[in-house]
DNA sequence: CATCGTGTATTAACTAGTTAGTACACAATG
DNA sequence: CATTGTGTACTAACTAGTTAATACACGATG
C-alpha cells in the first residue's frame, strides 16, 4: 500500500482515494472496522494530523462513520456505497475524455490505445 | 481560453499543458511568436509572475525559446514537437488505465464507457 | 531622444498543505 | 487503579504556489 504515487494531489486527498477504491471493489465491507488515525499514518508514513483529516472529510462525507472511542467503521448506507464506485469510473473517464479530445485523439485511436495499454500496464 | 478547470495542478503547470496541447493539435506553428508574459496574464487573469514561471520552464523543457527582448516562439525542433503530442496521450491513458484498473473496472466495460462518453461530452 | 513593450529579476506577503509536538476525554485491559 | 489505545483538538513552523509591487536592460517606434 502506497500514496504517494501521484504528486499533484493533496495527501489527505489520496488517503481517501484510497479508501474509496477499497469500498469501491468491496476490500472494506460495510460495517467493518478500519484502521486508527495512528495506525494509518505509521503504515503509510503521514502525520497523524493529514490522516485525521482524512478521516474527517470522509466521515463528513458519510463513508465512515464513528462512535464513542471506538475505531472508525465504513458505513452502511447502501445508497452511498454505491455511488462511491460510480463516482470514480464516472470521474476517471471524464477525465480521460477530456484530456484525448483536447489533443484531438479519434474516439477510435483512443479504443485502441485504451486495448492495447489495459494489459500490458499490469505487467509494471 | 480558461484555465483553472483543475484546481488541482498549479496554475503555472496548467499553463504549460495548455501550451503544449496547442502545439500538439498544431494550432501553434513551430517558430510561431506566443503572447507575452504580460499579455498572457492578462488574458488568463493571472498574475505575470505565475505566466513567467510557466514560460521559463518550457524553455528549460526546449518548447518555445526566446532570442534578444523578442517575444518567445515555438521551438523549432521536431523531436521535441512530435514528442510532445505523445507524451500527452501517453499520459492521458496510462492515468486512465490506472484509474479503472484500482475499481475492477474490466477492458470490456471501460471501452464500453468511453465509446459511451466520446460523444456525450462533446456537448458540454 | 523619449516612450513603449519585450524579457528578466527581486522582495514581501498570503494560502493550503504538511509535519511536529502536545494535550485531553473516554473505554477497555491488565 | 494505572496503562494503553481510541477519537479529537490546538499551536507552531515549514514548503510550494500565488499574488503584488517594483525595477532594470534592451530594441523598436514615434
Redesign the pocket.
Given at each position: 500500500m502506497k500514496i504517494n504515487v501521484n504528486k499533484r494531489?493533496?495527501?489527505?486527498?489520496?488517503v481517501m482515494r484510497y479508501f474509496k477504491e477499497q469500498i469501491a471493489t468491496g476490500q472494506l465491507a460495510p460495517g467493518e472496522e478500519?484502521?486508527?488515525?495512528?495506525?494509518i499514518?505509521n503504515q503509510l508514513?503521514?502525520?497523524?494530523?493529514?490522516?485525521?483529516?482524512?478521516?474527517?472529510e470522509m466521515?463528513e462525507l458519510g463513508l465512515i462513520f464513528?462512535e464513542?472511542?471506538?475505531?472508525?467503521r465504513i458505513t452502511m448506507d447502501e445508497t452511498i456505497l454505491t455511488d462511491v464506485r460510480k463516482e470514480l469510473v464516472l470521474e476517471a473517464v471524464t477525465e480521460f475524455i477530456h484530456s484525448i479530445q483536447s489533443i484531438d485523439v479519434s474516439l477510435e485511436e483512443a479504443v485502441e490505445l485504451v486495448k492495447e495499454n489495459y494489459n500490458r500496464k499490469r505487467a509494471d
Open positions: 494531489d493533496p495527501v489527505y486527498v489520496q478500519i484502521a486508527s488515525r495512528r495506525e499514518a508514513k503521514i502525520n497523524p494530523n493529514t490522516a485525521q483529516r482524512a478521516y474527517k466521515e464513528t464513542g472511542n471506538m475505531p472508525s
